[in-house]
Structures are given as C-alpha cells and as structure tokens.
C-alpha cells in the first residue's frame, strides 16, 4: 500500500491545479483544450518565473463539463524546478490581468493528503479553551486526538 501512495505521490510531483478559470465557449474539446493550454502559458509569462511553453508537458480539465461552475484543470509540468518557480510567485497574480486575478493554484495532491487536510480543518474547528486537538497516525490511518493544553 505504502509503494503505491510512494508512486502516486511522484506522478503528481511536478503537477499544479488551477481553480476558478472560466471555460471556454468553443465547440470541439480541441478548441476548448487548446484555449486552456494558451490561458495556462499567458499565466507562466505573466509570472515572470522565465517558463518557456515547452515546460507544460499536459493541461486538461478535471471532471465532467459543468454549466454552473468551472472544472479545475490540471497542469502538468516538465519539472519540478518550473512547479517550485510558479507556486513561490503566485504574489503576483494580484497584479496581473483581471483574467488571473480570481484563479486559485495548488498542488496536486495525492487522496490520503487530501483526507488528512480535511482532518486537520476538523481539529482546527474543535478548537477549545482548555483543550486542542492534532491529527496523528500512519497515512489512511489518521485519527483527531485530544490533548490538554
């Protein structure tokens, strides 16, 4: 179980995921693919972080088209040099065009992190005077305990 949460981990290493970016009209998924990719380029220029567009190796959308609300898209990167590079400048996205402003960016994460980050969100909402409560445990395993301040 370990090797295979070790495997995944090193697939999404060099992957980032962005939230809140508007999809686009265009009728084919080619179009609307290739739009996503150009959006995900003009944001590497924008950061000034020197990526070139060879450094994204894969952009596609998470999920089932949705009306209501965007689906995340996951960017996939050469290295994980470019991936350190994007997510130390995302200060700057407040500066950028209104387009980048709203976006969220974030690490792809593999399904045990992502459950322990919701625990920890639970223990931090817990939170007593006289009592706090941490995450502790083997990944898959992680259970809230309390302890006395």
Known sequence: MARIEEEDKEARRNNIILYRVLE???????????EDKKFCEKLMTGLEIGA????????????????????????????????????????????????????GVAHDMTKKREECKELVL???????GEWIYLVRGAPGQMKIIQVRR
Do not use: Y
């Open 122 to 128: 639970e223990a931090k909402a817990k939170l007593t």
């Open 52 to 103: 070139v567009p060879e450094d994204i190796k894969k952009v596609f959308r998470l999920g089932r088209r949705d009306q209501d609300r965007p689906k995340q898209i996951l960017v996939e990167l050469t290295n994980g040099h470019i991936k350190n590079l994007v997510m130390e400048s995302l200060f700057k996205l407040r500066s950028m065009q209104a387009k980048f402003q709203g976006i």
């Open 24 to 34: 686009s009209k265009a009728e084919t998924a080619a179009e609307r693919s290739e």
